[in-house]
């Protein structure tokens, strides 16, 4: 094999036993091994982290089920493209009698019309679609297409399997290029990988190609960080530490320290964390730790949301920064969060209480002869667009659910509430 070849390309696994990690899809209970030994295959989406294997794996599917492969990349590929090749793959299936694999990198940022134009072809088997994304299919995929296809999640390289590969691309470069390179701390290229093992691999082979010609063999930490020249802030985002952080990153916007905010989203984007996970976290902490507090949060959170997808990295650091300091110096309230929790609670063990009659709707005569809606008293037509009944099933009246917060927004609201249901949620 040529030398010019890149060491990722070389190293690329030919079948499902060389693949390192993802057993629990290739092993041998693995579903897509499964699919493989009973020739069943079906369009799948394969989402997971970046180098880990997601092509590999489509290009070993094709290869062992003797199937034609077409690719297709999302960033390059328009509506036209995609039929050009279904059109292939109905010649193709007409004359092999097996359906082709369309694979598509970065599926997720195909177009609706895009992956609409995907359907027919997927729904009448001219071609088994295998999708590939680093996003949750669920928001990126159009439900129509997701309904058609499997989802399998690859999950990134844990630090053995990125040891044992890293190990092996040292080898094969020293067999390639008769070398004799040892590497003294092999956790640097690991952190520095986060998980990817494209990214380890081309990383080990970038540093051992600038001491080909020296007679050095041992590479130390200072010729792996001078060669590479990036910080390798300590972030797994798929381990432990991703959710450590994250955590820490909530808790301080929690705690009201726009420092310790700013702080923590500082290292998950320096450790590559998706902008859109942290948006959608902040989204979930407007509501949950602050709540009606400031109701504007919510809104900040979801502006914030939306914009990030407009703009994208680098930019969106700036937004994400803006949003969390905002959420960090608003006042909390955990009202509404605790309120829906008791009532879940409550309505799991009152879920058989009728709806009281005044309440319910009365579509036909026979309802209406049953009182069904009867006695209701429609707000509008009462002074301040009030008027004291009951909404609650007779053996929880009086239940308090919401309890307003200590901050102005419920004090205001505590205060409009006493002078309508007197002591009645007190």
């Known amino acids: 094999m040529s030398v010019n070849i890149p060491l990722a390309e070389k190293l690329r696994p030919k079948s499902l036993d060389e693949v390192i990690g993802q057993e629990h899809l290739t092993g041998p209970k693995g579903p897509i091994r499964k699919m493989l030994e009973h020739d069943t295959l079906n369009s799948i989406i394969l989402w997971g982290p970046p180098g880990t294997g997601k092509t590999t794996l489509s290009e070993i599917i094709s290869e062992q089920s003797g199937r034609k ?41 195909f177009s609706k019309s895009q992956q609409d134009s995907l359907l027919h072809a997927v729904e009448k088997a001219w071609v088994i679609l295998i999708g590939a994304t680093t996003e949750n299919p669920s928001f990126e995929v159009v439900s129509a297409l997701l309904s058609r296809c499997q989802v399998y999640v690859l999950k990134a390289l844990e630090y053995e399997k990125l040891e044992k590969l890293s190990i092996k691309a040292i080898e094969k470069y020293n067999r390639d290029f008769r070398t004799h390179f040892s590497i003294k701390n092999k956790s640097l290229f690991i952190q520095y990988s986060g998980g990817d093992a494209r990214k380890l691999i081309n990383a080990i082979e970038i540093v051992l190609n600038q001491f080909i010609n020296s007679t050095k063999h041992e590479i130390e930490n200072e010729d792996v960080l001078n060669v590479l020249q990036e910080s390798m802030a300590l972030y797994d985002k798929n381990g432990e530490q991703h959710y450590d952080i994250v955590s820490a990153f909530i808790k301080s916007i929690r705690g009201s320290d726009p420092n310790a905010a700013v702080y923590w989203l500082a290292r998950m984007l320096v450790g ?59 006042p909390k309230s955990n009202s509404t969060y605790t309120a829906i929790n008791t009532a879940m609670k409550l309505a799991k063990n009152t879920g058989d209480l009728p709806v009281p009659l005044h309440l319910r709707n009365a579509p036909t005569p026979l309802m209406s002869e049953m009182d069904y809606g009867k006695e209701y008293k429609y707000s509008h037509d009462y002074k301040g667009n009030f008027v004291e009944q009951e909404f609650l099933p007779e053996k929880i009246v009086g239940t308090a659910f919401y309890i307003p917060g200590d901050n102005s927004t419920e004090k205001k609201i505590e205060t409009e509430m006493s002078k309508k249901w007197k002591e009645k949620y007190k």
């Not at 092999?96 to 970065?106: A, M, N, Q, T, Y």
């Open 272 to 330: 590559g964390e998706d902008i859109k996970f942290i948006a959608r976290r902040m989204l979930i902490c407007a509501a949950e730790d602050i709540g009606l507090a400031n109701p504007n949060a919510l809104m900040m959170a979801n502006n914030c949301f939306q914009a990030i997808n407009v703009i994208g990295n680098p930019e969106a650091r700036i937004i994400l920064s803006e949003c969390a300091v905002y959420l960090a110096v608003s």
């Open 69 to 109: 492969f077409f690719k297709l990349s999302a960033v390059s590929s328009g509506v036209k493209e995609v039929r050009d090749v279904i059109d292939q793959a109905k010649q193709q299936n007409l004359f092999s009698g097996k359906s082709p694999i369309l694979f598509i990198d970065e599926i997720h940022r």
